[in-house]
């Protein structure tokens, strides 16, 4: 068994000042993307580093507001109508991939409108920066000790103190597999995939499909937001319910896109 190591959310205090870890990793995935992303410029046309920063700015927008937009809908919206200053407080999490997601795809109907492009040219070229951003995000997750897997006597476990049990147990740290699925395993599937020239929409496709079935599969292990608890049969969660329809979309864009001759 191996113990969570309690980590101090604020990494750094200055007066009244506090920066938080949770920021951070966000800001960490924006410079990882940005530095990633212009590699990738370099071998797609009409792409260059200036786009890249520009882009990041758009999806950036579209991440925070998304995320807290759609957390706020999907998962917890009495409380903040409750307490509304919770909103801005993002440093304490409640962010929603799903909603982010949302966020991220008006944002590139935006920026693909700005460029002259198709929704699907800049989705394809975003696809492959995303799962560095839910790599960096889960693991702040795990710092917050927020997000945690089901009681277990698995060796797999992490020994956690469970502030409603009053004790400490052995929970899956689901943050880390996440992080290691829709992170670490779906950015290697579509770097590698992405290397090649595919029909606008295939890369995102593949995402979609990624993330949607990663996400999926891991809610298994996951505990469900308290407020929500299991929606159906008491084992689908809101998480398996928006990641449905990810799967489908992604389905559809692969096999409607896969036969055609790919763009040279």
């Known amino acids: 068994m191996w113990e969570y190591p309690i980590i101090d959310p604020v990494a750094l205090a200055l007066g009244p000042?506090?920066?938080?870890?949770?920021?951070?990793?966000?800001l960490l995935a924006f410079g990882l993307g940005w530095f990633y992303g212009s590699l990738r410029a370099k071998k797609i046309a009409p792409w260059n580093s200036e786009m890249v920063s520009d882009l990041l700015f758009?999806?950036?927008?579209?991440?925070i507001l998304g995320g807290r937009i759609g957390y706020i809908l999907f998962y917890d919206l009495s409380l903040y109508l409750a307490d509304p200053l919770l909103v801005f407080k993002v440093w304490q999490g409640g962010m929603s991939f799903h909603g982010g997601l949302i966020g991220v795809t008006i944002a590139m109907l935006l920026f693909a409108r700005k460029t002259q492009q198709n929704l699907f040219q800049v989705a394809d070229f975003v696809a492959p920066l995303i799962?560095?951003?839910l790599l960096t995000g889960r693991?702040?997750?795990f710092i917050n000790g927020e997000l945690w897997g089901k009681v277990t006597d698995s060796p797999l476990g992490m020994a956690v103190y469970d502030p409603v049990l009053q004790?400490?147990?052995?929970?899956?740290?689901?943050?880390?597999?996440?992080?290691?699925?829709?992170?670490?395993?779906?950015?290697?599937?579509l770097a590698i995939y992405a290397r090649k020239p595919r029909n606008p929409g295939s890369v995102a496709g593949l995402f979609l499909i990624g993330y949607g079935t990663f996400r999926f599969i891991v809610e298994f292990w996951r505990v469900p937001d308290a407020q929500l608890g299991y929606l159906l049969w008491d084992w689908l969660t809101m998480g398996q319910l928006l990641s449905l329809p990810m799967v489908i979309v992604g389905l559809l864009l692969?096999?409607?896109l896969i036969y055609k001759p790919a763009n040279k």
Request: hydrophobic share 55%; no cysteine.
């Open 167 to 189: 004790a400490v147990v052995q929970k899956y740290p689901t943050q880390l597999l996440e992080a290691l699925l829709e992170g670490v395993v779906l950015f290697i599937i």
């Open 131 to 133: 799962p560095i951003g």
């Open 58 to 63: 758009y999806i950036a927008m579209g991440v």
């Open 139 to 141: 693991i702040g997750n």
């Open 254 to 256: 692969m096999t409607s």
């Open 17 to 26: 000042l506090q920066i938080h870890w949770y920021g951070l990793m966000y």
